[in-house]
């Protein structure tokens, strides 16, 4: 069994880079994604060079920090200050109308030209927050992907585990939506290569704890199965949302080298995008 391990949010600040480069040197997490439009960009100019056996993508990012372009050349995707609408709001917005496709594209756009200048072509493309997790935004991410020949993006057909004790309407909610997501990805793996399947929970419990995560993994059978990580070396940034405290326990636990030790002895090979 192949499993690809990605950290998120690569450029996001000190702490988090520190942390995804502690992983990378365990040989433990295999890939990363990297915002431009944050405070420590500079630092992905060194990934390649660094860890040239890692698979690095781009995380284009539209609802966190400050827009790459302007708001005279983005009217409608940014607020008056120059920073980019909640993920709620963006996709709200998106969906009135309030949001011109014309915006998000050339922010995307100018997002990937600064990627491609600090890492080379990326290996794959995600979104923070899931932003591109709609109907009407994918298309864009989509477009904008093709445009540039990234062949490869994450799934979000789903392996759970910690599915215990949902109540009654989460789960015919969770039903629902994981098949919803069944469908709709088997379409856009005409667009798109991508991992057979994604990590799932319903944050009952960390995936960090005992072999919680190795367990379910073995019992889906299934083969390069991407389980994604948002390490921090510490807890306290503003950008962190309500993870802050499980940053820094997924820090730990990608950066050990018993975790990696465990893997081996289930068999788990470690792999990344350039599996698919």
């Excluded at 072509?121 to 932003?131: I, P, Q, V």
């Amino acid at each position: 069994m192949r499993v690809i391990i990605t950290a998120d949010d690569y450029g996001m600040c000190h702490i988090v880079d520190e942390a995804i480069d502690a992983g990378i040197k365990n040989n433990f997490i295999s890939s990363t994604n990297v915002m431009v439009n944050m405070e420590t960009f500079h630092n992905a100019y060194d990934l390649r060079k660094k860890f040239p056996h890692i698979s690095v993508g781009i995380h284009f990012n539209v609802t966190t920090g400050r827009s790459i372009l302007s708001r005279e050349e983005i009217p409608t995707l940014i607020r008056k200050d120059g920073t980019f609408y909640p993920v709620g709001d963006f996709k709200r917005r998106f969906a009135k109308g309030l949001i011109k496709e014309c915006d998000l594209e050339k922010e995307l756009c100018a997002q990937y030209e600064l990627f491609k200048d600090a890492c080379g072509d990326a290996d794959y493309w995600n979104t923070h927050e899931n932003s591109s997790l709609s109907i009407r935004t994918f298309p864009v991410f989509a477009k904008v992907a093709k445009k540039y020949s990234i062949a490869a993006t994450r799934t979000f057909q789903r392996v759970y585990y910690d599915k215990i004790n949902l109540g009654t309407k989460q789960t015919i909610r969770e039903f629902l939506v994981k098949n919803f997501f069944e469908l709709w990805f088997t379409r856009i793996r005409k667009q798109f290569k991508m991992p057979n399947a994604r990590i799932a929970s319903f944050n009952k419990i960390s995936k960090t704890e005992g072999n919680i995560l190795v367990d379910a993994l073995i019992k889906s059978k299934k083969d390069l199965i991407e389980v994604v990580f948002h390490p921090a070396t510490d807890s306290e940034h503003e950008c962190f949302g309500n993870i802050s405290t499980e940053r820094v326990k997924e820090y730990n636990y990608t950066s050990s080298s018993d975790t990696l030790k465990k893997y081996k002895e289930y068999g788990i090979e470690i792999a990344n995008f350039k599996a698919l």
